[in-house]
């Protein structure tokens, strides 16, 4: 079964400093998907950013970049110029190939941003 | 922007009721799913729904559980018998096909049981 895992728990960023937040996952499927999703305290989930595996070139969306490393299955998130909007919980989720598939989640880093 | 409403935001029942959780997916979608988060825990996989059937079940989803898409918009969750443990955040969300997309996730519906 995939698995996915945000070892950091929490992480604290400086207004207009970047921060990167961390994932790693499990899979023995070639292709696959991976998404950063943020859920501020409204609890709504929101899509950030999305990468697909057979891509070499990482996915920037804005402010929000990743570094995804196929081999190392590490796919983590930079966030620049970090706004207090920016204040949440991030969610990394992996998805297999295949029209109905289900999102896995990892447990979350809530991202505190400070002036 | 097209978004997924569900309905009702936040509900309180008491243990052993039957409740219905109910969501409209965006209107072109096709795949659509209930995820479950317990508070201060992770997203979790309950259902896929494809077709008029359920597409996959995750272990959580067990006889207690049903999804029914009766009119052709809406999508609903029924636990029939509720638990404490029941007590979540749950999120509907729908895809519209292919491996592109991330989902359209709805904005949950707060279950509260007691």
């Known amino acids: 079964a995939q698995t996915v895992t945000q070892s950091q728990p929490e992480m604290s960023v400086q207004e207009a400093e970047t921060v990167t937040l961390s994932c790693t996952y499990d899979?023995?499927?070639?292709?696959?998907?991976l998404f950063w999703y943020k859920q501020p305290p409204s609890r709504q989930m929101i899509l950030v950013i999305r990468?697909?595996?057979?891509?070499?070139q990482n996915a920037t969306e804005n402010r929000f970049s990743v570094n995804f490393q196929k081999a190392a299955k590490s796919f983590s998130l930079k966030i620049s110029d970090s706004q207090l909007g920016d204040a949440a919980m991030y969610f990394c989720?992996?998805?297999?190939?295949?029209?109905?598939?289900?999102?896995?989640f990892g447990t979350g880093t809530r991202l505190q941003v400070t002036l | 922007e097209p978004e997924v409403t569900q309905t009702p935001s936040h509900q309180v029942t008491q243990m052993g009721q039957e409740v219905i959780l109910r969501c409209v997916p965006i209107?072109?979608?096709?795949?659509f799913y209930w995820y479950r988060q317990i508070l201060g825990q992770k997203v979790e996989f309950l259902v896929s729904?494809?077709?008029?059937?359920?597409?996959?079940k995750s272990e959580i989803f067990d006889d207690q559980f049903s999804v029914e898409r009766p009119d052709g918009s809406n999508f609903t969750l029924k636990i029939r018998s509720t638990k404490l443990e029941d007590s979540a955040m749950y999120f509907c969300?729908?895809?519209?096909?292919?491996?592109?997309?991330?989902?359209?996730f709805g904005s949950g519906t707060r279950l509260t049981v007691v």
């Open positions: 729904f494809y077709n008029n059937e359920i597409s996959e």
């Open positions: 209107s072109n979608h096709l795949y």
């Open positions: 899979t023995s499927e070639s292709d696959y998907y």
């Open positions: 990468q697909e595996a057979y891509k070499q």
């Open positions: 969300a729908s895809n519209l096909a292919g491996n592109l997309d991330g989902y359209t």
């Open positions: 989720a992996y998805r297999e190939a295949g029209t109905a598939s289900k999102l896995t």
